[in-house]
Nanobody, 122 residues
């Protein structure tokens, strides 16, 4: 079974950058997504990418600041986060799309990683 492991989170000041990585134990051959969840808030899909990496989607809250990419040769998906704001503070998770409708925010995702904490200080 495919397992996902996130890394790259940490503490950064407002305006700083972080690069998150999600390494899969095997080829996913599916769309991939980055999600985040802060205490007291519902989970939000931040970004998603097609299996080939040729198409992406972003939440309005991060558009223009975050970039999702993938390197299938390394079984890795990345999330480059720039111009970070305190409201970006959350646990970030990666997951794989379970169907072909990866581009729809409400679509099914699974094989969730353990998450990595991103904290942006004021």
């Amino acid at each position: 079974q495919v397992q996902l492991v996130e890394s790259g989170g940490g503490l950064v000041q407002t305006g700083g950058s972080l690069r998150l990585s999600c390494v899969a134990s095997g080829r996913t051959f599916s769309g991939m997504g980055w999600f985040r969840q802060a205490p007291g808030k519902e989970r939000e899909r931040v970004a998603a990418i097609s299996w080939s990496g040729g198409s992406t989607r972003y939440a309005d809250s991060v558009k223009g600041r975050f970039t999702i990419s993938r390197d299938n040769a390394k079984n890795t998906v990345y999330l480059q986060m720039n111009s970070l704001k305190p409201e970006d503070t959350a646990v970030y998770y990666c997951a794989r799309a379970l169907g072909s409708d990866w581009y729809i925010a409400s679509s099914a995702y699974g094989n969730w990683g353990q998450g990595t904490q991103d904290t942006v200080s004021s």
